[in-house]
């Protein structure tokens, strides 16, 4: 039996299908998001804000849904982030496209789509669309990003050539990633735990591989306390395993570990082997044999100063005594994912007891700080106080919460937090080169023409003067350190504006392309910064002005200065880095690690106002069609945030506040603290327009009866 | 193939609180667990239609695990407070009915859950600060040296499970044997880090309560038959006690992944109890006394310890173990060869008694941290409930032993409670919103919700058609008869109030706990004379209550911001 659908119908059933997820996934957005509740088959409940969990959770059976879910699980296993903004901006999207084909249906749209849309009716290809939006997702894209957005990121590094974190600038990154992943009232608390947690572990040297370790060790690294309030949570130092000793000898001083993965006692017959037995004697000298060498090891083990035994496996009662006897302390039945991780903390592989035994020297222990049980709620945990030989200093975490459900929504929000962090800590390559010559014609396009702001000429016949700017990158590095060091000692000065936040608005290194608005502009923040804070900021006025002669030191610095309320500290001076991106950006693109946005849809904001401008100046009608449709589609992610504001924070305003500001080139206020990856909100975007492609492409759905082949299910354990 | 069925959709309803169902169903839990609460709760008879076990408590812990709920947001409520009972013992009806007070409240208002959560979390936190805080009007501290408040404590638990069937007396004698058996289980001579040692409750069905007692030690329980193999010792030392761990029935250990063959006419067996008879010289010649054996004995071996005037104990479990570890000293053996001297441990005495129609063979240790409990009740429900009860009651009394304070009980301190939050949200709202979005006049309405909440909690203590008051000075809660008199000479209608901390002859003034009143200063920095004199009060343990609150509060919070529920119904 067969049940097709027009092509036509398919934007529309996929536009039916994305309104319901949307109606779901748009109340537990954002930071007034409330939160779902799902029952699992096996009658447990979980409380979820997680837009992964949720559609998952809803088991759905249309297929064009069943596309969808696929799509946002795969993009969530990359990044674990922007479930909920998938389902949104793609529902926009599919809305646009409607519109598109529908046009008597919606007045709103603009003239010029209208007019496009017809031709795009005619053809009524929607193979051409996702032809189009391929083309944008490879070629335009990247370009607009490296172009125009890249001259408003911040990053989260306090040094970027060291990749040194700040506290506060995590912090503001964390608060704004849990708003939207745990309960209102939970959420401050997580993200402290969380950066308490980061800070804990991490030392200077920290590296990408720390974040792997705990992202794929992340299970180990918690445990859930039920019963108690969720305030009881705490950072734990050591790791804790979830079992009890099997043997508990207290020892202090000099504790050595060893690891094992098969029994210490040996066994009469190996596998594959023939014992035979000929005589009763001969039993009684090999079990006596037996005895013996357990002992004879467990000794050795002592007289090696070894106090701790963790096994995966079960030992014998033999060994377990010996134990005792020895004062070795003994943990069984690890599972390997905790053997792996404790090897990776320290280094130290597996101890196999010796065939022909030797006073040796074993040379596979490792020295443990302290090993003792921990008690939570009443249940016993093995404590162990490793000595980290990588750069990850082990500490754990204990999640406390009322209910299995919320603990289990803290620690996925946790897990999510560290691989967003991993793919923050990326450079993210752009399919883009600055060097493309004019035979293309969209590329020429990017060689700006004009306007009042001030902006970047990516000139490639300008390689020469790359080596004198680098030179003056080093430079600035002494120069920066002045007001940094001078906000610090005010640090304790309570600001009365809520946020102030100062953009120097980027100028080429290239002095001959800066235009008269940049300087304007670079005065007017200047006089704004002294008029606020002159008493205290005076010397700092002054360090601007020495520096302003020098002209490109400042354009590098970028000052935000945000009120934390009640404690008042100023937040760090984070450094632009558009001189490291733009130094770079001459040869091949890419995204920087650590590039962050403030939160509050600024980012959408930023694209839309770009693909606009962009679009205008496009020839091609089939671009300017699909970046007005993507330009507009963004819109919808900031109008959801800001759908309870009303007055001067409603939406309307904010939008028309942003663009008021790209157009005079002023620097964009964000009425939120909080920052954002953007390597996320990129690669959400292109996850989004990959996804629509494929929605697009499809003509004809054609449902089979019959019962799933196990290909089928292989596909399907992907889910989620 | 059978696994590759494919999964049927879920179920998914926004706005669930709405739903008339969840609101039926919310109020039916509390209708339950409110005529469960107090002293004069209602008892709560669970059986299910085919016969069996048949239940009949008014404890959370026994109530809740019993309940079949289905409805996903009444399952978050039952599994939270199970969660507490389960760590904190006590306040679990506490906890139950503030959080469906605290729910059924604010849904009235209309207000938006973002509002509701924020500002109940402030007041939460408002509580929780006062109760810590040295000013705290409701909670008095713990004497260790003298057993006055501690008995108190013990009997206010007692008193409010009315399952346990018991009268007067036996509330005191019971009260006294659980602070004894918790004194045992404290060390003597303890430096810095204390290590509690258990106090076992040994069950005996049938007999009158008074019969109860505490013993130092433990008690195994055994046939009369057996006691009677068991040949007395006399001895003016200690016995040597050697506790094995591993099987001494002569079973081959494992042999590993790989085959053994035995040759014709080997036998196994015989080598094995050669082995075994090796190990029970040894054991004589190492002139131990007793040998206990986790698992079981080889008759055998049994045979010739008996006959070397040895006690050969079996088939002791895998629960007694670790109690017999800690009171004799011993590392448990799991070797059949050479045992090393240093795994003996001893006890002082054994000796052989009979409670009931129950044998039992006694350990005396030398040094007590173990003890048992032989807790007696008519029935096997009113058993059942009595041990949760001393389960519930030692463990506050850790807990307590942790943090030395009490609160005063009987329903003063929500109703204390209720009037410093109103207090405080009157007149110093400021200090609470800070700077949050929220108005002043939500505010208040939050905080009536909430301080209702908290009293309608203690208005459920009254199950007779009483009425219940409050003092205008101390905050503290007094009921009155439901056929008194309706005249206003209010002190001679009321004696004390429900701590029992104040009596009624004080110039105080009252109003009904229903009726709207002016916000009042309680009064703070409870008088510590004003304890000492109050021999018989009512007290809640401090930790629990403290948790029960946060608990409640946290998860009312969670059913509120709940926008949708998706049912797997798979």
């Known amino acids: ?59 759905l059976q249309h297929p064009i849904a069943r596309m969808i879910v696929d799509c946002v699980s795969s993009h969530l296993k990359k990044t674990g982030d922007g479930a909920k903004t998938f389902i949104i901006f793609l529902c926009h999207l599919l809305r646009g496209l409607h519109a598109v084909t529908d046009r008597e249906k919606d007045p709103l749209m603009c003239e010029n789509i209208q007019t496009h849309g017809r031709h795009w009716k005619n053809c009524c290809q929607w193979k051409f669309i996702s032809q189009a939006l391929v083309t944008f997702q490879t070629q335009i894209l990247d370009g607009i990003m490296d172009q125009y957005l890249s001259r408003h990121f911040l990053s989260i590094f306090s040094s970027v050539k060291e990749r040194t974190l700040c506290r506060s600038s995590l912090e503001l990154l964390l608060e704004a990633y849990f708003c939207g992943r745990v309960g209102r009232n939970n959420h401050k608390f997580i993200s402290q735990l969380m950066c308490d947690y980061f800070f804990k572990c991490m030392t200077c040297k920290t590296g990408i591989d720390v974040f792997e370790l705990v992202d794929d060790y992340f299970v180990e690294l918690n445990v859930g306390v039920t019963g108690l309030p969720v305030s009881d949570s705490r950072i734990i130092a050591g790791l804790v395993l979830q079992k009890d000793f099997s043997v508990y000898c207290p020892a202090d001083g000099d504790i050595r570990m060893v690891i094992v993965t098969e ?74 994912e905790e053997v792996s991780l404790i090897r990776r903390i320290i280094g130290l592989s597996p101890f196999v007891p010796p065939q022909a035994f030797s006073q040796c020297e074993i040379s596979n222990t490792a020295l443990v700080k302290f090993c003792k049980p921990l008690i939570l709620r009443s249940k016993r945990y093995v404590h162990l106080g490793l000595i980290g030989t990588c750069t990850f200093i082990p500490h754990c975490v204990v999640l406390c919460g009322p209910v299995r459900g919320l603990i289990e929504q803290h620690e996925d929000a946790l897990h999510g937090a560290f691989k967003m962090l991993r793919q923050l800590f990326k450079d993210l390559d752009l399919n883009y080169m600055t060097q493309t010559s004019d035979q293309n014609g969209t590329s020429s396009l990017f060689i700006y023409k004009n306007s009042g702001e001030s902006y970047q000429a990516p000139d490639t016949g300008k390689g020469s003067i790359q080596r004198p700017y680098q030179d003056t990158v080093v430079e600035n ?106 130094s770079q950006s001459y040869l091949s693109s890419s995204m920087p690690a650590g590039c962050v946005l403030p939160v509050g849809g600024n980012f959408e904001i930023l694209l839309h106002y770009y693909l606009l401008n962009y679009a205008k100046k496009c020839h091609q009608s089939e671009e300017t069609m699909v970046s007005m449709i993507i330009a507009n589609a963004l819109l919808g992610i900031p109008r959801v945030l800001y759908k309870s504001k009303t007055g001067k924070y409603s939406f309307p305003h904010i939008y028309i506040r942003a663009v008021h500001a790209l157009k005079t080139n002023q620097p964009l206020v964000s009425s939120q603290t909080g920052l954002e990856s953007v390597t996320g909100k990129y690669q959400l975007l292109t996850s989004v327009l990959q996804c629509l492609t494929k929605i697009l492409t499809i003509d004809l759905v054609i449902t089979v009866k019959r019962h799933p082949q196990k290909v089928h299910n292989q596909d399907s354990e992907d889910e989620l | 193939m059978s696994r590759l069925e494919a999964k049927k959709p879920s179920l998914c309803k926004s706005e669930p609180l709405t739903s008339e169902r969840v609101r039926t169903t919310l109020s039916v839990l509390k209708r339950i667990v409110t005529s469960c609460y107090g002293p004069s709760g209602r008892l709560k008879q669970l059986h299910n239609g085919f016969g069996g076990y048949v239940c009949t408590t008014s404890q959370s812990s026994a109530l809740l695990s019993h309940l079949l709920v289905t409805h996903p947001i009444l399952k978050i409520l039952t599994t939270s407070v199970q969660n507490h009972v389960s760590s904190f013992s006590d306040c679990g009806l506490f906890t139950a009915i503030l959080c469906c007070n ?50 108190c404590l013990v009997r206010s638990i007692l008193t409010s499970k009315p399952a346990c069937m018991l009268t007067r007396e036996e509330t005191e004698h019971v009260s006294a044997l659980i602070l004894r058996a918790f004194l045992l289980t404290i060390p003597e001579n303890a430096e810095g880090h204390i290590i509690l040692g258990k106090s076992l409750i040994v069950a005996l069905k049938d007999q009158r ?44 250990s494992d042999t590993g992944e790989g085959t053994v063959v035995v040759s014709y006419g080997v036998s196994l067996e015989n080598a094995v109890l050669d082995q075994l008879l090796n190990l029970g010289r040894q054991l004589v010649s190492d002139h131990v006394d007793l040998v206990l054996c986790q698992k079981v004995i080889h008759p055998s071996l049994k045979q010739f310890l008996n006959m070397h005037r040895v006690i050969a104990v079996d088939r002791i479990g895998v629960t007694l173990m670790e109690p017999l570890t800690k009171m004799t000293g011993t590392q448990p053996i799991g070797s059949l060869g050479s045992i090393s001297p240093n795994s003996y441990g001893s006890v002082k005495d054994v000796c052989t008694a009979k409670f009931g129609s129950k044998h039992f063979f006694h350990l005396i240790p030398n040094e007590a941290t173990i003890c048992s409990l032989l807790l007696c009740n008519r029935n096997d429900t009113a058993w059942d409930e009595l041990k949760l009860t001393c389960q519930t009651a030692l463990h506050v009394l850790q807990l307590t032993l942790k943090e030395p304070w009490a609160l005063l009980g009987g329903g003063c301190t929500e109703t204390h409670l209720a009037a410093y939050i109103r207090h405080k949200t009157h007149n110093d709202p400021k200090s609470i919103l800070k700077d949050d979005e929220c108005t002043q006049t939500e505010l208040q309405l939050i905080a009536e919700a909430f301080c209702s909440a908290l009293e309608s909690v203690v208005g459920s203590l009254e199950h007779d058609g009483g009425e219940i008051l409050t003092d205008m000075k101390y905050g503290h809660l007094w009921s009155v008869q439901a056929d008194s008199p309706c005249v206003a000479n209010w002190p001679d209608l009321l004696s004390h109030c429900g701590c029992g901390l104040y009596n009624s002859q004080e110039e105080l003034s009252w109003s009904f706990l229903r009726s709207t009143r002016h916000p009042f200063v309680p009064q703070t920095c409870l008088p510590l004379e004003a304890v000492g004199s109050a021999s018989n009060l009512t007290l809640d343990c401090l930790t629990a209550k403290l948790s029960g609150l946060q608990v409640a509060v946290e998860t009312a919070n969670l059913i509120l911001d709940l926008s949708y529920v998706i049912e797997d119904k798979n």
């Open chain 1, 1 to 59: 039996m067969l049940s097709s659908m027009a092509a036509t119908g398919s934007v529309k059933a996929a536009l039916q299908v994305a309104e319901v997820l949307e109606a779901i996934v748009s109340c537990c957005m954002g930071p007034e998001g409330r939160q779902v509740l799902c029952t699992k088959p096996t009658g447990e409940v979980l409380l979820s804000r997680n837009g992964g969990r949720l559609l998952e959770a809803l088991h």
């Open chain 1, 263 to 336: 029994t210490i006692q040996p066994l009469f017959s190996t596998s594959g082997s023939e014992f035979i037995l000929n005589s009763e004697a001969q039993f009684q000298t090999s079990q006596f044999w037996i005895m013996e060498k357990t002992k004879a090891i467990m000794k050795h083990l002592r007289s090696q100063n070894v106090k701790l035994l963790l096994s995966s496996v079960k030992q014998p009662d033999l060994v377990i005594y010996y134990a005792g006897v020895n004062g070795i302390s003994v943990v069984e039945c690890l599972s390997s």
């Open chain 1, 477 to 582: 590095k002494d120069e920066l350190e002045k007001p940094q060091t001078y906000l610090k000692v005010h640090s304790n000065l309570v600001i009365s504006d809520v946020e102030l936040e100062t953009y120097i608005p980027y100028s080429t290194p290239t002095d001959t392309f800066q235009t008269d608005e940049t300087l304007k502009c670079l005065s007017l923040e200047r006089n704004r910064l002294t008029d606020d804070y002159e008493p205290l900021l005076k010397n700092n006025s002054t360090a601007y002005s020495t520096r302003g002669n020098k002209r490109i030191d400042i354009s590098y610095e970028n000052l935000q200065v945000t009120n934390i309320t009640g404690k008042g500290s100023m937040l760090p001076v984070s450094c632009k880095l558009q001189n490291m991106g733009a």
């Open chain 2, 102 to 151: 605290l729910i059924e409240n604010v849904q009235r208002l209309g207000l938006t859950p973002t509002t509701v959560i924020r500002l109940n979390k402030h007041l939460l936190s408002l509580c929780i600060s006062y109760l810590k805080s040295e000013t705290c009007g409701c909670r008095i501290p713990v004497d260790f040296s003298s057993t006055q408040i501690l008995l």
């Open chain 2, 209 to 252: 309560v008074i019969d109860s007692t505490v013993l130092p030690g433990i008690l195994i329980e055994m046939s009369e038959v057996q006691l009677m193999r068991l040949l007395p010792i006399k001895k003016s030392t200690a016995l040597k006690v050697a506790l094995f761990c591993t099987t001494l029935s002569g079973d081959i």
